[in-house]
């Protein structure tokens, strides 16, 4: 099971920082992602890391501005987003990746065990 939370309302230019907590056996060993969803729209893809945490990726629209990190110990994975904008504003979820999905890291069909989502509003 993954619980995400730290989302909120917040204006343009500021930051937030996300965290995803995952039981064990959902998170060891696992490649995770985060995703968005923003009203009438389709699902899209963040920003993915690596198990050891060394290897990310990020989604053209949020390089530079959102950083993706995980804490093993913790199980947990962070996302800390800085200057905010308002097309940032979407639901935002975390999911665990499939493994052998690796080269989709894009698609949410790569993903499974999806959170709950946590509310990102930024107002201009």
């Known amino acids: 099971q993954l619980q995400a939370s730290g989302g909120g309302l917040v204006q343009t230019g500021s930051s937030l920082r996300l965290s995803c907590v995952a039981s064990?056996?959902?998170?060891?060993?696992?490649?995770m992602g985060w995703f968005r969803q923003a009203p009438g729209k389709e699902r899209e893809f963040v920003a993915t890391?690596?198990?050891?945490?060394?290897?990310?990726a990020y989604a053209d629209s949020v390089k530079g501005r959102f950083t993706i990190s995980r804490d093993n110990a913790k199980n947990t994975v962070y996302l800390q987003m800085n200057s905010l904008k308002p097309e940032d504003t979407a639901v935002y979820f975390c999911?665990?990746?499939?493994?052998?999905?690796?080269?989709?890291?894009?698609?949410?069909?790569?993903?499974?065990?999806w959170g709950q989502g946590t509310q990102v509003t930024v107002s201009s």
């Open positions: 999911a665990r990746q499939i493994p052998g999905y690796s080269a989709n890291f894009r698609y949410p069909g790569a993903y499974d065990s």
């Open positions: 064990g056996r959902i998170f060891s060993g696992y490649r």
């Open positions: 890391i690596s198990l050891d945490g060394v290897i990310t």
